[in-house]
């Protein structure tokens, strides 16, 4: 019996692990057996041969910014000829375009911008929701949030984060988590502030009302106790938010992804496909309050985004129209709907588009006896 195989058989039996478990799968190379675990508590969530995705677009509303991380090669510094604020009709018809094609998520997220006001965002929601009522705004990250309230004239931050929501912002992204530990933090994105500035962010949100994701990025040098603790730390966040009552689900989903240096000013070797998986299906391990694993195509490629789907994700992730950040970095994997309906019915699974809170919106048929097939075989 190998070091991994009580862990793996108290997580199969319900019991929640800690820190010195998750730890130890970190530093375990039987992925495979890992994948077949994470597999196995996800259908027991998800036992629908089903694979969600949500068609969205990402919006890049500006690129200056004035945190400076090492590892981000889409930022511009404020003053840069290259820094740019959409103008709000383009950003209108963007979200149109969306519309047009049965989309119902805009991602939109941009820099830490300090030229611009609170007011800028407010309006923009309001003017967004005045024209797509229907429209999930699913935008801004931990960190704009912070830059909101730091040039909000005084507010706090649950006021920053209920005006916002007020204006028309639905659910919070994950984006810039990284890895929820300060020692790695200070190293890459000094600036972005410590793991609970992120933390409470997504507290506020979920006080207000608002749905979150979370998400880890590896790669970045971190240890793998820094890795247990992040997603113990996500996984207390979730309790927390379902035993004090929010008014929230809290996070709906986590995504896991690998760190994309190209282009960036933090040289390091790109994490291989099998960290990913293993991550993943740690992650799905682990975090056992959370319905939803996200795959990550967007920097794996579609490839093992379709593998992921036997290693604990259930959903596909978004269609991305428009990517800017991680495409900043080399990374160019671009998946329309019609690729990511042969991708999840190659992997035996029936497609199917969901909203934001993962209601499922239409049912893909067509795929049923493949899917069985996929099934009794595995």
Known sequence: MS???PILDRALKGERL???DVIALFESDEIEKMGH?????MLRRHPEPITTFVVGRNVNYTNICDTYCRFCAFYRAPGSKEGYVLPDEVILQKIQETVDVGGTEILMQGGTNPDLPFSYYLNLLRKIKA????ITMHSFSPAEIHKMKEVSNGLSLDEVVRQLHEAGLDSLPGGGAEILDDRTRKKISRLKGSWRDWMDVMTAAHKAGMTTTGTMVIGFGESM???ALHLLRIRDAQDECLRNGYPSRGFLAFIPWTFQPDNTNLKREKATPEEYLKTLAISRIAIDNIDNFQSSWVTMGPEIGKLSLSYGANDFGSTMMEENVVSAAGTTHKVNIEL?????REAGKIPAQRNTQYQILKVYHGNEQAAKDFVMQN
Not at 37 to 41: D, E, K, R, S, T
Not at 340 to 344: A, G, H, K, N
């Open 340 to 344: 990511i309906l042969r991708l999840i």
């Open 131 to 134: 024209r797509f009522p229907q």
């Open 3 to 5: 070091t991994v195989d």
């Open 225 to 227: 106790e820094e890795r």
């Open 37 to 41: 675990v994470a597999n196995q508590l």
């Open 18 to 20: 800690q820190l010195e």
